[in-house]
């Protein structure tokens, strides 16, 4: 078994593990009851696998760079670019979704007490510069 | 030894099986949010699945493609929270 099975091997295992992280989104998005648990299975499910599915890339393109495959480096750089970017926008944008669908007043099944319920709204700078005067 | 390519692919085809599973949701969410979340998570499969396939073809181009897609995702996600919240800009 030379040193290439081997990075194939735990290549193929981080994929495996990430397809299936993958598939629990999918599944955890038809199953749960309300707006924010599915978000909860949709985001942390989704991260989690395009980590790994990223990560088996970016061992494989530098098996590739080790061999002498010029494509090899750029699919690294890029690659890790485009988690960063999943990294960055996947939790914001939820906490965007969350925060809209309770301000639109979705309420959680099966919640007995909401603790947000009367706080006044944060206001946008312009309306309270007008409130000020 | 088993071939890379192929296992990228069988990976590929359960990526699309998932994507399948949130447009049920899609279609079938009772409310808006519903919705937004589904198609948000469509998106995060769809760029995984980019990599996956730029991977499986040896091209850098698709990901490329998905870092640009990633962030224009995340642009839209926040303008459609921001119209349901119903705030302003």
């Given at each position: 078994?030379?040193?290439?099975?081997?990075?194939?091997?735990?290549?193929?295992?981080?994929?495996?593990?990430?397809?299936?992280?993958?598939?629990?989104?999918?599944?955890?998005?038809?199953?749960?009851?309300?707006?924010?648990?599915?978000?909860?299975?949709?985001?942390?499910?989704?991260?989690?696998?395009?980590?790994?599915?990223?990560?088996?890339?970016?061992?494989?393109?530098?098996?590739?760079?080790?061999?002498?495959?010029?494509?090899?480096?750029?699919?690294?750089?890029?690659?890790?670019g485009?988690?960063?970017?999943?990294?960055?926008t996947?939790?914001?944008?939820?906490?965007?979704?969350?925060?809209a669908?309770?301000?639109?007043?979705?309420k959680?099944?099966?919640?007995?007490?909401?603790?947000?319920?009367?706080?006044?709204?944060?206001?946008?700078a312009?309306?309270?510069?007008?409130?000020?005067? | 030894?088993?071939?890379?390519?192929?296992?990228?692919?069988?990976?590929?085809?359960l990526?699309?099986?998932?994507?399948?599973?949130?447009i049920?949701?899609?279609?079938?969410?009772?409310?808006?949010?519903?919705?937004?979340?589904?198609?948000?998570?469509?998106?995060?499969?769809?760029?995984?699945?980019?990599?996956?396939?730029?991977?499986?073809?040896?091209s850098?181009?698709?990901?490329?493609?998905?870092?640009?897609?990633?962030?224009?995702?995340?642009?839209?996600?926040?303008?459609?929270?921001?119209?349901?919240?119903?705030?302003?800009?």
């Amino acid at each position: 078994m030379t040193i290439s099975d081997v990075v194939d091997l735990i290549a193929i295992i981080l994929l495996a593990i990430g397809a299936f992280f993958n598939l629990l989104a999918g599944l955890g998005l038809l199953r749960f009851p309300d707006v924010y648990t599915r978000l909860h299975a949709g985001t942390k499910c989704t991260t989690f696998g395009a980590i790994f599915i990223c990560g088996s890339v970016v061992l494989l393109a530098l098996k590739m760079w080790y061999f002498g495959n010029p494509n090899g480096s750029v699919l690294v750089i890029h690659t890790l670019g485009a988690l960063i970017a999943i990294l960055v926008t996947n939790p914001t944008g939820a906490h965007a979704i969350a925060r809209a669908a309770h301000r639109s007043g979705v309420k959680p099944v099966g919640a007995v007490v909401d603790d947000l319920e009367g706080k006044p709204v944060r206001k946008s700078a312009s309306k309270r510069k007008e409130a000020e005067k | 030894m088993i071939e890379v390519e192929l296992t990228y692919l069988i990976v590929l085809c359960l990526l699309i099986l998932s994507i399948v599973l949130c447009i049920i949701r899609v279609f079938r969410g009772p409310t808006a949010p519903d919705r937004v979340v589904g198609l948000d998570t469509i998106n995060t499969l769809v760029i995984v699945s980019m990599i996956a396939y730029g991977m499986a073809s040896g091209s850098v181009i698709y990901v490329d493609v998905a870092i640009v897609y990633a962030l224009l995702s995340y642009i839209s996600t926040l303008f459609i929270a921001k119209y349901l919240e119903g705030g302003e800009f």
